[in-house]
Each structure stands twice: as C-alpha cells, then as structure tokens.
C-alpha cells in the first residue's frame, strides 16, 4: 500500500467538482457534486443526534440501496432545524443533481453543513448544482474538497494505491470537521472513493466497523453534531475479483486500505481541532473491555481540565487519571500506570515524581501520546484529541449564529 | 425560614477555628478544624470517582458511625495518589486532630483539597491542627471558611434560621468549589451544621436525596474530582422534638431547610466557575424520565460549544438543541421547545426567527435561564452551570502541578 497524491478523483472513473455559489458569507466554495460514472457499492454512516439534519434523513434512504452514484453538498447551512421546508429542499438538492448529472436522483446522496436553523438559499443552491455539474471532472477534486469545509484550517485528503486481487486499485478520502468532532460522527463529513470491487453489504459493514476505529475515536469538544456523514463508494473499476464476504482472501487488503484511509483522516481532523495547538493521542491498556478502554480515553479526551493542562505544557498526570477515574470504566488504582511521551510518572497509582525539567520538552512537543493501564485486563483504545487553547473560546465564541 | 447572616459556628454548639500553616505556597488560610462541642448525627457523602484520595476512604469510615463530632481539613494538597503513605497520613491527621480536641479520633472525618499526588507536608499539617484546635471558638467560622478554598475567588456561606417542632434552629453551611465541578461531588467540599435534631439514619438517606437536588445539578467542566466530600452534622441542641423518619410530621420543614441551604450553596459554585463571566441555569421540562431530564440538562450544561456561546453572548440554540439530541435523553425532534431568558427561540423543532437585537439584552445579562421542552413525557430537571472564557483556559492552563 503507497500513499499516493491526489484526491476523490484519483481512483478510476471518479470525477467531482465545486463552485462558489453565495452561500458562505466570505464567498469561499460551497456546492460540490462527487460522481461515479459507473454505479458503485456503497456503505454510509451517519449522526446517532436525535435532532439530525434534513440531508441526514434524505442520505439514509439512500443508504439502504446496495448502490449510489453521487454526493452533492453544500456547506455554509445546515439545513438542520428546518422541519418540512428542510426535508423538501433537501430531495430538491438530489432532484436538481439527478438532473444534471443524468442519473437516478434515489442514487444520489445529499449533505449540508454549516449554521443551524437556517433555511437554505434555494435559488443560489440550485445555481451552484447547475454550475458544478456542467465543471464535472477528474482534475477537479481540490474545488469538490474546498466546497466542504467550514472552520477548517487546512484541507483534509488521503490517496494510496494497493494491488488486490492481481489488480491495481486505489482509495481517495477527503473529510471536513474542527469543531464539534465527537463520536458517533459529530460535525464531520467525509468521503471515500475507491475503483476496488467490493459487495454492498459487506461494504456497508466494514464502513461502520471502520467509522468505531477512526472517526467515532476522535474528539475535539465532546459535542456531536446534527449532519455527520460519512459515505463510501466503491465502484469496482480496478476490475479485482469482488471481495464479497470477510473470508474472502482480499478482504484483509481492502479492509485495511479502508481503515488506513479513515484513520489518517480523522487523525487530520483532530489535528484542526478549532484553536488547537496539540495533537493527543490517548492510549488506554489494561482495560477490562473495549467499552471500558473507549470509555477512559473518551473521558481523558474530552475533559477540559486535561485539554486546558495539556495547553499550558503542564505534566498534569492527575487530571488524567481522575478523568480515567470518572469514566465509570473498571480499574485498579493501585497498580495504574501512566506514560506521557513514553516517559513513565505513574507507577501502581503514585507519583514517580520525574523532574520537571525532564518532562519540559516531552510537553512542548506538538504531538503527544500519552498511555493508561488500568491494570484490571487486555483490551485497549485508542482516542485522538486536542488541547484546549484561548482560540478554541475566541473562535467559538465569535461564531455567531 | 429566615436567612441569617453567621458560619458554621451559627447553630448551637458549633465551634471552629482556620489557620495558615503554610502548605499553601500563597500563605493562606490552609488548615481548619470545626466541631460540635456534643456527639452529632452525621450523614455524608463522597467522590465516584474509582481514585480517590486517602482522606475520602477515612471519611467514609466515618460515615459508617451513626454520629461524629468533627472536621479536620487541608487546602493546598490533595493527599490523593499517594497510596500507602496516603493513608498513613490523612490518619495521622485524625489521630492528631482527636488529641487536640480530647475527642474519639474515629469520629472526625478527614479533607484535604489541592494539587493532585503530592504527599503531605505532615509537619506543616500537625502544627496546623494543634494551631487550630487551640483557637476554637465560636468567632472563628470564617477562618475555617477560608481554609478550604482553593481558586475559589469568593466564600461561598449561607445561615437560616427555622421553626421546627416549636424550637428554634438554625442551620449553616460553607463549600469550597470552583473548577472541577461536576456530579457525584466534584472538587467540591461542603459542610452543614445544624442544631436540629434528626436521627441519624434518615439523615444519611436525606443528604443523598439532597446532594442530587444540589450539588450533583452543578457543572462547571464536567470533570469529577477526587476529594470531593459534603459533611452534615446535626447536633440536636435547638431541642426540637427528633425528626426520626419521613413520616414525622416536622420532615417536610427539615428537608427544606437542608435542601435550600445546599441549593444555594451549590448555585454559588456554579457562579465561582472557573473564569465564569455568566451564570447558567438549565431547566429541561417533558422528559420521558428524570434520568434522561437529567441526562440533557447536564449535556447541554457540559457542551463546550453551549458554554463558549454564552461566554461570546451568542443565542445559539442550535448548539443547546443539538446537545439535547446527542444526550441520549428521548426527545420529539418535531416538537420540541427552547426558550431563552423567557424568549421562545425554537417552537416545534424550527427556528422562530426572533430578531437578534431583542435577543441581545437577554444574553447580556450575567444570569441567564433557558428551558428546553423535550416534548415527550412530564419529568424535569434543573442544572446549574457557568460559561467557559478565556480566564477558564488561563486558570487551568497555567495551574501548574
């Protein structure tokens, strides 16, 4: 597997496109439509947020065909909190897109980001579908990728190239999200393209079981937002044997090109935490379950008094493990052990009391691993975050509804 | 039930004393001692968190008695990851504190609050509680109110006066809290004296039924401490006839007297949040149960984006919707109603498009209340919270351990 430059567009007979439609107030991109030119597998996820946008529930249905052909999105607004109208305008965006792009409107998923409680601008909507469906093309996919981000600091994209089955394929990602990136897809969208051939139902399981190992084990502020979605379209055009169950000999090789592709992702996403100034990669061992191990990194991940320590450079290590200590997962405090920097300062539950000047460039670092044993068992998690930072309360606090 | 201005030492019976024995490197006020000069009844509670510190495992001892007769407590050290010689400590602190005040060590409960797996300077802690204990009086109260607190920037007291069963009481309490909040008594230390007279055994039922009403409805940044502990002892010298059980007629009049007095307490640590520039109350009606009243309430109430609008004075009920949703709490998406400072926001899940200059006084104001209906059954909760600002990441980024 070699990662590779490029982006949705990279694997075979993808092509995608993104226009400046007025939406966003700094006239930045906006509407973006994906494609297959071939009808291709697909597995979605979506937000488990009781109150979920209008695009969210019009992408479901889609979901639960075996196959799709296109995503089109804006960002900007939500289309979130819109009742009926939002629902309406909603299957317009995949009706216009059908029409465009000559394809099945059923076939088409449908996204929207950005401020909640607003209906969308119709008129500017339609226009910008129009626009970037006439601009369809395999050189187009940085415009399709700019058209989906809010917040973000920096794009996010991934492509590698992998032989399966004798053939050469490859997988492209793209994802959008700073704030409010939880589990269970919190304001995140992304999409992955991909010319391996592979069954839709086995497809539709390995994206969730890929979302519970990358995405769902980001945080960057613990909220989950109402329009996560994260599509996956897999059109076969590398022309490798179907993958078509999980003993399939290349099942491994697909499944682990996919779980690459989501994981430098959303490794990306909390790396564009709003405001961040650390990367935080939570190790928890020695967990008595999975449930356990997430439930402590979450905790550690999501508490503001370790983001906040973590931001002032300070070996906080009690915050850390009282955060573990609250998480309701099962653990020995007497024989926990805690690493920051794969320097050991915890040891069965005391202060090894390293000298402070030995940790100084351990917290400086940007990127920054810290590990818990909870010494009660063998399963493990992995969670990435953030710190906390004055920006994070500037650029939330600035971001008017 | 009449507010009086007083201390700990307010009730019949009660004496104190603080002193700066100088564990606090500020030279504070570090060390108190309060006692009730009879054997009191006593119901306690204290931290869920699986680390917890040695003085909590001793109080619980404690607790297990019917009664007690006193407090022995420490700012400026936690005593909590300190193992063996943690233990061996916080006794030592009791032992100590009993010879003093020539009472049975066992019946003292222990605190410490502070910094996180230091051990105690027992030296400084002895000559604290010889100190202390020699200076015991009923003038002292707000000496041994300063020495529980930590970054506290006010003291937060509160005294009533009450009829009960013909006799006059009065009952008082102090806590210490401001970052850390969080349910299941969060770095919160609060104790309540009262000179009425009730059993022992329904007091115990009675401070737990109370703390959920009051200090576990309390966030500031959702992390759970390791110390946390609220201490009544109720000494019987107003002579009111002994309330035994909740069927005795002068229940009601108790209940309320402990449950106001813990209220305003805990809202006073909700107002003390960490650089806290507004205070928060979040009232959730049409819950299908109290738990999951209680579940949306405290989401919205932890939400960094919530907290972090109201700080920018933002009405952003997407945010306070989508918390909701994400709770887990049952809610009718459709129907559901969020109103701000009284203002109806949101009315069957759409935006009401109240123009922001009439919003803009409700969210100037340093109390704000909003009530959020889940649409779905008649239960309700009450959480109180602050907003997060700069000074939050200020404080907790530059406490260093």
Redesign the interface.
């Known amino acids: 597997m070699k990662q590779i430059d490029g982006w949705l567009t990279a694997p075979k007979g993808f092509i995608a496109s993104g226009v400046r439609a007025g939406i966003k107030a700094s006239g930045n991109h906006d509407v973006a439509v994906i494609m297959s030119t071939v009808v291709a597998a697909t597995g979605a996820v979506f937000t488990?947020?009781?109150?979920?946008a209008a695009p969210v529930l019009v992408s479901r249905e889609v979901n639960k065909r075996p196959d799709a052909q296109a995503i089109v999105v804006n960002s900007g607004c939500?289309n979130?909190?819109?009742?009926e109208q939002g629902l309406i305008d909603a299957k317009a965006m995949q009706e216009e897109a059908g029409k465009c792009l000559n394809i099945e409107p059923a076939s088409i998923f449908v996204c929207s980001t950005g401020?909640?409680?607003?209906f969308l601008p119709m008129d500017k909507v339609h226009r910008g579908i129009v626009a970037a469906a006439a601009n369809m093309s395999t050189t187009e996919g940085e415009s399709a990728a700019l058209a989906i981000q809010t917040t973000d600091t920096f794009v996010k994209k991934v492509a590698y190239e992998f032989e399966i089955g004798g053939k050469m394929a490859k997988i492209a990602g793209i994802a959008k999200g700073a704030?409010?990136i939880?589990p269970?897809m919190a304001t995140m969208l992304t999409y992955i393209t991909t010319d391996a051939a592979v069954a839709p139902d086995l497809l539709k399981r390995m994206v969730k079981a890929v979302a519970d190992k990358s995405f769902n084990m980001v945080v960057v502020?613990?909220?989950?937002?109402?329009n996560d979605s994260m599509i996956v379209l897999a059109n076969g055009l590398a022309e490798n044997e179907i993958v078509f169950s999980e003993e399939h000999p290349d099942y491994p090789i697909f499944y682990q090109a996919l779980l690459q592709t989501a994981q430098d992702l959303a490794k990306m996403i909390a790396h564009d935490g709003e405001g961040a100034t650390k990367f935080l990669e939570v190790n928890v061992i020695g967990a008595a379950s999975f449930a356990d191990a997430k439930a402590a990194a979450m905790a550690i991940a999501?508490?503001?008094?370790v983001k906040?320590?973590f931001?002032?450079e300070?070996?906080?290590?009690?915050?850390v493990?009282?955060?573990?200590?609250?998480s309701g997962?099962?653990?020995d405090?007497?024989h926990?052990n805690l690493s920051i920097g794969g320097r050991r300062l915890?040891e069965?539950?005391?202060?090894v009391n390293v000298p402070l000047e030995e940790l100084q460039p351990i917290m400086s670092e940007h990127d920054i691993s810290m590990t818990i044993d909870m010494a009660v068992g063998n399963e493990t998690a992995t969670v990435w975050t953030c710190d906390?930072?004055?920006d994070?309360?500037?650029i939330?606090?600035?971001?008017?509804?």
């Open positions: 488990q947020n009781k109150i979920c939500a979130a909190c819109t009742g401020v909640i409680g607003q704030g409010m939880h269970n502020d613990g909220d989950t937002s109402t999501k508490s503001p008094l906040t320590a931001f002032g300070d070996p906080n290590w009690g915050r493990l009282c955060a573990a200590g609250y997962a099962a653990m405090a007497n926990t915890v069965n539950g005391m202060n906390f930072s004055y994070y309360v500037k939330n606090g600035e971001y008017h509804t």
